[in-house]
């Protein structure tokens, strides 16, 4: 399947559990770095989506690939501007779908500069992003979740 394939829609309560799959894969836990403190923690889980869900300034869309749920796209307000986030579940990775979500979604949210953060390892998720034309302007350090110790980032900015 081609990543024509790629569409964003509207979150619905049955994509839920499977988020909540992809949340709890180890490896895209020690990728994004920066997750929930404990993944298999379904109240939080739940009680996390509720809040994003009730919040008009987060924009949250799902990613379709052909007729499945690949995984899931966001912006939310941080530090005074917008963010965008994304994750997918592992056997969807490796097909260009994040990069075609990610232009898909920009697209839809036009408000710029727009910006991101990726562990400074996360090459998959820098390349994401450079491939939509993100450039690095910045970095900070945080404590990681997923990595139980502080761990760099690079902030990304795309302009127009
Ligand atoms: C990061 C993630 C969204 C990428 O999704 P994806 O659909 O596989 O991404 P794409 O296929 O569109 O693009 C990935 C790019 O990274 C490259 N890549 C992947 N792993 C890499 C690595 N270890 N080193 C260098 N490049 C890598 C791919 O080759 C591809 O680039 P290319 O098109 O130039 O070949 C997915 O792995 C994921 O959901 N991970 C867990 C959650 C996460 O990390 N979210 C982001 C938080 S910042």
Redesign the pocket.
């Known amino acids: 399947m081609s990543?024509d394939n790629v569409t964003l829609r509207e979150v619905v309560d049955q994509d839920l559990p499977l988020f909540f799959d992809?949340q709890l894969?180890p490896?895209?836990?020690r990728?994004?770095?920066?997750t929930a403190e404990n993944p298999a923690d379904i109240d939080a889980f739940e009680a996390h989506w509720d809040r994003i869900r009730s919040d008009d300034s987060i924009i949250n869309k799902t990613i379709m690939y052909g007729d499945e749920v690949?995984?899931h796209i966001a912006s939310f307000e941080r530090f005074g501007v917008t963010e965008v986030?994304?994750?997918?579940?592992?056997e969807?990775?490796?097909?260009?779908?994040?990069?075609?979500?990610?232009l898909l979604f920009l697209d839809e949210v036009t408000i710029r500069p727009i910006y991101?953060?990726?562990?400074k390892d996360?090459?998959?998720?820098?390349?994401?992003?450079?491939?939509c034309g993100f450039e690095i302007v910045g970095e900070d350090k945080a404590y990681a979740h997923a990595r139980s110790a502080d761990t760099e980032?690079f902030i990304l900015e795309l302009r127009d």
């Open positions: 990543t992809h894969d490896e895209a836990n990728m994004a770095a920066f690949a995984g986030t994304y994750w997918l579940g592992r969807f990775w490796g097909k260009g779908i994040a990069t075609n979500a990610l991101a953060r990726a562990a996360n090459k998959a998720s820098l390349r994401v992003l450079e491939k980032e």
